[in-house]
């Protein structure tokens, strides 16, 4: 079946440094969603990207849809102890289901 | 507007019970999905449901089971609990009229635990 595969698992980083997330599905999607979850929280929603090599921006965040709409990429730039949580990719092939990858969990020291 | 409401918060139960998980969606929205969430994991889909009807499931055992009632709002059910259904279950509601390519509205969740 569908699956959405995220690395890396985790990333610590220096306030200030940037962080990226890489996502990839095993079958194309019609669409990409990103959320992100805090500390005993629950995902909200980020962005969608729907077209081939889409790249959208808000702010510091960067969010990229591959060419052959597989692959999708994160990007924070500067990074701030406000974006910690974990990051979640979500994928959906054109039905119903909406499939999480498993997350990129973002740690920040000050 | 209230957000997604979620309950119980919190739920203990122990192996063979069954539970009852409740969830209302946004007011104007006519979908609700809901995801199984373990510790350290994404969201696994269980269920989609639109004007009451089942639009998607995912790969879990009979033991789960959902319903939409004419408001809305929406019931999963887990019969014969195992421990490995100890996790954070969430509900997400969306409009329904763009199938999958709708922004998903999570609610805080129910934390099952079972013992």
């Known amino acids: 079946g569908q699956q959405v595969m995220q690395i890396p698992q985790y990333q610590h980083v220096q306030e200030g440094e940037d962080f990226t997330t890489y996502c990839n599905s095993s079958t194309t999607l019609s669409n990409i969603q990103w959320y992100k979850q805090r500390p005993g929280g629950h995902p909200v929603f980020l962005i969608q990207l729907v077209k081939s090599g889409e790249v959208k921006k808000q702010k510091r965040l960067t969010f990229q849809f591959g060419e052959a709409k597989k692959n999708s990429s994160l990007h924070i730039t500067a990074t701030q102890t406000t974006d910690v949580g974990t990051y979640f990719c979500a994928g959906n092939t054109g039905g119903f289901k909406t499939i999480f990858g498993a997350g990129t969990r973002l740690f920040v020291k000050a | 507007d209230a957000g997604v409401t979620q309950s119980p918060t919190h739920l203990i139960k122990t192996r063979g019970q069954q539970v009852t998980l409740r969830c209302s969606p946004i007011s104007g929205h006519k979908s609700v999905s809901w995801y199984q969430q373990v510790l350290g994991q994404g969201p696994q889909f269980i269920f989609q449901?639109?004007?009451?009807?089942?639009?998607g499931r995912g790969n879990f055992p009979d033991r789960f089971s959902a319903r939409q009632f004419p408001n809305y709002s929406s019931e999963l059910n887990v019969n014969a609990l195992l421990l490995g259904d100890s996790a954070l279950y969430l509900c997400?509601?969306?409009?329904?009229?763009?199938?999958?390519?709708?922004?998903?509205?999570f609610g805080s969740g129910t934390q099952l635990s079972v013992l």
């Open positions: 449901y639109y004007e009451k009807e089942e639009r």
């Open positions: 997400a509601s969306s409009l329904g009229n763009r199938g999958g390519s709708e922004k998903l509205f």
